[in-house]
């Protein structure tokens, strides 16, 4: 926890967000005294920047000696070095505590190593920048609407190919292995996958995250240090350009793709992805991948938005002290709740293609085999009846609040519930969403 003079410097709102965090998620015993190893060199702010140094040249150093490479090569982006720069300048200057500066330089060292594999992986193969990658599949819509559960039951189909948590994080196998080998890449993708919730075990009840489980396009795009995922876990200060974070995107699906189309005898499966952020992004969604099909979830507001800011919350909560819960609420409120309420125009002004199946949560939940089917023929795809058969047994092997129960009431999380549905008025009415009961 922050010092005695620390803490008197943060705002009001903030030292209440503060109490708030620490009384619903108490830090295990592990991540305290590992924190308090920054308190014990001035702070634990300060003291953490001590403890764990993070700094540009030092990292792109370490990263270099690490694969015993010394170019990184561009991957078809020569201005990456400047937004690195300013990324890592940002995380340095983030409240992070020792235990969220540790995670934090792990993944911007990871990043940085996988733009060394990647730059050498298309100088030995320049074919990869000719992958097709045709028709693919993305889910997308509210936090806590289905989206984690239905990408996974899509995984289970031979025609889709979702990227696995292991190969997002280690996109260039960079160790020989014996093909009955275990991929070294599961084991390492493991310390992160579930890290974060040994940290803070209540988020493993807000989103399971495994090596082998399909992974969002969040953690696909880290290399591109543009994309959402640092925009999620900083408060502020994260460089953001989605067209480069899309053209990046593109070239690690072709760069994963590549072995399958040279290995083919028959159609390589469409991508399958899955992220909420390409909900605020459709148009340029489309201009990367004019022939994919959305999958757009939908599930009652009440239900949707305080998950929403839980999770967030619970991210930073994960590398800070300093989470100010109303601040999060206000911009979550504003930013997710005008893209829902300008979805409904959009997609009938004729502004999007007509490439969009709807899932509503309370359809998914009661018939999971039959939404997908007809989600499938919307799409004009084929619905086996094997598929139909892995869905039924991976749900009976997955069952809800195995890890607890992940609690989002609205006004837990800065929403007044009659308020927060006539803001979405516009949303509620087009997708004709059921509404719920405000308490579970």
Same mark, same amino acid.
């Given at each position: 926890?922050?010092?005695?003079? $620390? ?26 005294? *590992? ?10 702010? #300060?003291?953490?920047? /001590? ?11 370490? @990263? ?12 078809? !982006?020569?201005?990456? =070095? ?6 890592? #300048? ?22 940085? /190593? ?8 298309? $100088? #030995? ?33 031979? @025609?889709? /190919?979702? =990227? ?37 075990? $209540? ?32 408060? !502020?200060? @994260?460089? *953001? ?71 967030? #919350? ?9 989470? !100010? ?8 409120? @504003? ?56 869905? /039924? ?22 929403? !007044? ?18 509404? $719920?009961?405000?308490?579970?």
């Amino acid at each position: 926890m922050s010092s005695d003079h $620390e803490f008197r410097r943060m705002s009001v709102g903030a030292a209440r967000s503060l109490k708030e965090m620490a009384e619903r998620y108490p830090r295990p015993d592990w991540v305290r005294r *590992m924190n308090a190893m920054g308190d014990s060199l001035g702070g634990s702010i #300060a003291g953490a920047r /001590r403890l764990v140094p993070i700094e540009t040249d030092e990292l792109q150093a370490a @990263a270099r000696a690490s694969l015993g490479r010394d170019s990184f090569g561009d991957f078809g !982006d020569p201005d990456w =070095p400047a937004r690195f720069t300013a990324l890592v #300048a940002a995380v340095d200057s983030a409240p992070f505590h020792t235990v969220g500066r540790l995670i934090t330089r792990q993944e911007l060292l990871r990043a940085l /190593r996988t733009r060394l594999l990647l730059g050498g992986a298309l $100088e #030995a193969d320049p074919g990869i920048e000719d992958e097709q990658l045709a028709a693919p599949v993305i889910v997308t819509g509210p936090a806590r609407s289905g989206t984690s559960i239905l990408y996974e039951l899509l995984a289970l189909d031979p @025609a889709l /190919r979702a =990227p696995l948590a292991s190969e997002a994080l280690h996109p260039v196998p960079f160790h020989e292995r014996a093909p009955s080998a275990l991929d070294p890449r599961i084991a390492m993708a493991e310390c992160e996958q579930e890290f974060w919730a040994d940290v803070q075990p $209540e988020f493993a009840a807000i989103h399971e995250l495994r090596a082998d489980l399909p992974v969002e396009c969040v953690t696909l795009t880290a290399p591109s240090f543009c994309g959402p995922h640092w925009g999620m876990v900083l408060p !502020d200060g @994260a460089p *953001m350009d989605p067209p480069t974070d899309y053209a990046f995107h593109r070239r690690i699906l072709r760069l994963l793709q590549r072995p399958s189309t040279l290995a083919a005898r028959g159609p390589v499966p469409n991508w399958l992805l899955k992220t909420p952020a390409h909900l605020a992004l459709l148009p340029l969604v489309f201009q990367t991948y004019p022939d994919a099909w959305i999958i757009q979830t939908h599930r009652d507001p009440v239900k949707t938005m305080p998950s929403t800011v839980s999770t967030t #919350a619970m991210v930073r909560w994960i590398r800070s002290d300093q989470v !100010d819960i109303a601040a999060l609420a206000a911009a979550i409120d @504003a930013a997710f709740g005008g893209i829902l309420n300008a979805l409904a125009a959009q997609r009938d002004s004729g502004g999007l293609p007509k490439r969009f199946v709807d899932v509503h949560f309370q359809d998914l939940l009661a018939d999971p085999v039959d939404t997908i089917r007809r989600a499938y023929g919307g799409m004009g795809r084929e619905f086996s009846d094997s598929h139909a058969d892995q869905i /039924r047994d991976y749900l009976a092997h997955k069952p809800r609040g195995k890890f607890g129960v992940h609690r989002y009431e609205a006004e837990d999380w800065g929403f !007044d519930a009659a308020e927060l549905r006539e803001r979405l008025r516009p949303y509620i009415e087009h997708f004709g969403i059921a509404l $719920e009961e405000s308490r579970e």
